[in-house]
T-cell receptor, first 114, second 112 residues
Framework: DAGVIQSPRHEVTEMGQEVTLRCKPI?????LFWYRQTMMRGLELLIY????????DSGMPEDRFSAKMPNASFSTLKIQPSEPRDSAVYFC????????????FGQGTRLTVV | GENVEQHPSTLSVQEGDSAVIKCTYS??????FPWYKQELGKRPQLIID?????GEKKDQRIAVTLNKTAKHFSLHITETQPEDSAVYFC???????????FGAGTRLTVKP
């Protein structure tokens, strides 16, 4: 397996634009996590899916953020409209089972909103 | 929900010395405690983990100890090398939702 695959690797967009980040988890993994990493706030959990169902979205900053998992092999994180303070590295991770097993991270998407 | 505190935020040691990073957690039902290493510009990767039925686990130069009564666990790196320089994260599951919460991270610098 190629591991967790995220796209794009880098994204630069203007304030107010819509941004969509994509993630393909490891085949067979049934838990998927979206994290945001910044120097100030570290690794923050945004949302957690189990068997394609959102279980905990308490970390989603505000209504501008939304995430979907239409099937077991694909998830998206959308920001609309984007703001400069959304600039960060966004990681997707997947695991077999829930939080009691190793989470495998994708390479991340570095988002810059100007 | 789970609250994970990690200390110190930065740690600088001389090559060959030991390094210790500590984490505390709040959810007494948590039973899985992983440590991740993140090198500059790369993704976090698991280096060692421990489950609550053991008190210590070793893997070559790294070890993790767990004190369930006090709700803290520690990462120990012996004979540090420059390639150990990275940010290390502890984590613990939130037993309510089974998601994984991370500590704030420790930036370890090993000086040659």
């Amino acid at each position: 397996d190629a591991g967790v695959i995220q796209s794009p690797r880098h994204e630069v967009t203007e304030m107010g634009q819509e941004v969509t980040l994509r993630c393909k988890p490891i085949s067979g993994h049934n838990s998927l996590f979206w994290y945001r990493q910044t120097m100030m706030r570290g690794l923050e959990l945004l949302i957690y899916f189990n068997n394609n169902v959102p279980i905990d979205d308490s970390g989603m900053p505000e209504d501008r953020f939304s995430a979907k998992m239409p099937n077991a092999s694909f998830s998206t994180l959308k920001i609309q409209p984007s703001e400069p303070r959304d600039s960060a590295v966004y990681f997707c991770a997947s695991s077999l089972g829930q939080a009691q097993t190793e989470a495998f991270f994708g390479q991340g998407t570095r988002l810059t909103v100007v | 929900g789970e609250n994970v505190e990690q200390h110190p935020s930065t740690l600088s040691v001389q090559e060959g010395d030991s390094a210790v990073i500590k984490c505390t957690y709040s959810d007494s039902a948590s039973n899985y405690f992983p440590w991740y290493k993140q090198e500059l510009g790369k993704r976090p990767q698991l280096i060692i983990d421990i489950r609550s039925n053991v008190g210590e686990k070793k893997d070559q130069r790294i070890a993790v100890t767990l004190n369930k009564t006090a709700k803290h666990f520690s990462l120990h790196i012996t004979e540090t090398q420059p390639e150990d320089s990275a940010v290390y994260f502890c984590a613990a599951p939130n037993s309510n939702n089974n998601d994984m919460r991370f500590g704030a991270g420790t930036r370890l610098t090993v000086k040659p």
